[in-house]
């Protein structure tokens, strides 16, 4: 049942974005890059290296709606092993002609490594939570962009049995406009 109920609510949120964004976007711009940061899910934090990309719409003369998509690896360097945390977000947000911010809603996918209080071991699972992000393009469309994420992470895990995770990534990014 909850599941469903989770599936219901993506199928919402997907097809809400699909229709605002065909019907009042002016302009799109799409935005890719490769972030390295930390993930901090439980009592350690971890390294989080990985691509990022986004597609955007211009709703009003600065308003943005944005899909974003960050896919976060835990490189098997650290101890418990490797990792992935998938965390997709649509937010809305402010524009100008060298960069963005916003923020929204976020739902994530995980298996990774991570330590409780007492357990150590990996965890899987969905997460919901917010996410905010911040882009700034310095040569035309080059540019750096940051993010953060919160998710409430663990449910019925032994290791994590409700914990906040927080990932914090920033890199390098550029962006393809089509107007």
């Not at 965390?87 to 809305?92: A, Y």
């Amino acid at each position: 049942m909850r599941t469903e109920c989770r599936r219901v609510a993506s199928a919402a949120v997907f097809a809400l974005v699909l229709g605002v964004a065909s019907t009042q976007a002016e302009a799109s711009e799409l935005s890719a890059g490769v972030s390295l940061g930390w993930i901090q899910a439980g009592t350690a934090p971890r390294l989080a290296v990985g691509p990022h990309a986004g597609i955007s719409w211009h709703i009003k003369k600065n308003l943005l709606l944005k899909l974003h998509d960050l896919c976060s690896l835990v490189p098997p360097i650290q101890v418990g092993g490797a990792g992935v945390y998938n965390h997709t977000s649509v937010s809305l947000g402010y524009r100008w002609e060298d960069g963005d911010v916003g923020a929204g809603p976020s739902v994530a996918i995980y298996l990774m490594p991570a330590c409780g209080d007492t357990l150590c071991g990996q965890v899987a699972g969905v997460a919901v939570g917010g996410h905010a992000q911040a882009s700034a393009y310095v040569m035309g469309p080059l540019g750096i962009s940051a993010s953060a994420n919160v998710d409430w992470i663990g449910g019925r895990s032994l290791v994590l049995p409700g914990y906040a995770s927080v990932v914090v990534v920033a890199g390098p990014a550029i962006r393809w406009s089509a107007r």
